[in-house]
């Protein structure tokens, strides 16, 4: 079983990580150091979601894939200082970036045990994020990662749906900004990187010529307030 965490954690290091963790799973591997994804198989379609919950991680995993892999695709202005965030080493061999790619498939593990069925016969997962984080200790473990590392992959599941009730409110004033900034310090990076591609990976499959050019700038207006606004980092 230490050889698959390794063989997973190794995974989270490499450009590919998803295409590791799918073939992880075709090995019947996956489920032997993360049991909770048979039941992420079973649930989450819904009328936001047309894939089981354990296929839309993997998705929003690839969909992370490119913002980290694109060069590009972010302004100039944040690029670089959106690199120097995710190559921060956290503890030897593991830099944010392995675990923003760690959150990013577990950002929806608390799913099966929020799930609700209304009278219609239509899934609610209200309340997922507190879930899945408050499920972290137990997920991980084994896996013997820092506390400062499980503080980050903590922020990241329990913050994902940040960036998208920013765009729901269509509310980023100043105050509700540097409120979220205060919360979330660095950690605002990935949260909004995790959140977009949340979001992006699910409305793929239902609008398949969507143009996602105004959530990357609700994102990148974000990113930018706290790199040249915010005073108090």
Do not use: Q, W
Not at 142 to 163: C, P, W
Not at 197 to 212: H, K, P
Not at 215 to 222: G, N, R
Request: glycine share 4%; aromatic share 12%.
């Amino acid at each position: 079983m230490d050889k698959l965490r390794k063989k997973f954690i190794d995974a989270l290091k490499e450009r590919n990580t998803s295409e590791i963790i799918m073939d992880m799973d075709k090995r019947k591997e996956l489920e032997k150091i993360f049991p909770h994804i048979i039941e992420m198989k079973k649930i989450g379609k819904c009328k936001f979601h047309t894939v089981d919950s354990f296929t839309h991680s993997i998705n929003a995993l690839k969909e992370l894939e490119c913002e980290l892999n694109t060069d590009g695709f972010f302004p100039s202005h944040l690029e670089k200082l959106i690199k120097e965030d995710m190559d921060t080493e956290i503890e030897p061999g593991i830099n944010k970036r392995a675990l923003l790619r760690l959150s990013a498939f577990l950002h929806d593990i608390g799913k099966p045990r929020a799930m609700t069925v209304d009278e219609n016969g239509e899934a609610h997962f209200k309340g997922h994020e507190y879930i899945g984080a408050e499920m972290l200790d137990d997920v991980l473990k084994d896996f013997n990662l820092s506390m400062e590392a499980m503080k980050i992959v903590y922020t990241y599941v329990r913050y994902h749906m940040t960036l998208l009730e920013f765009y729901i409110s269509n509310d980023l004033n100043i105050d509700l900004l540097y409120n979220t900034f205060r919360n979330l310090k660095k950690e605002i990076i990935g949260t909004m990187m995790i959140g977009y591609a949340d979001v992006v990976s699910t409305r793929r499959l239902i609008f398949e010529n969507e143009d996602y050019g105004v959530l990357e700038i609700y994102m990148d207006y974000v990113l930018t307030s706290y790199y040249y606004r915010f005073k108090e980092k």
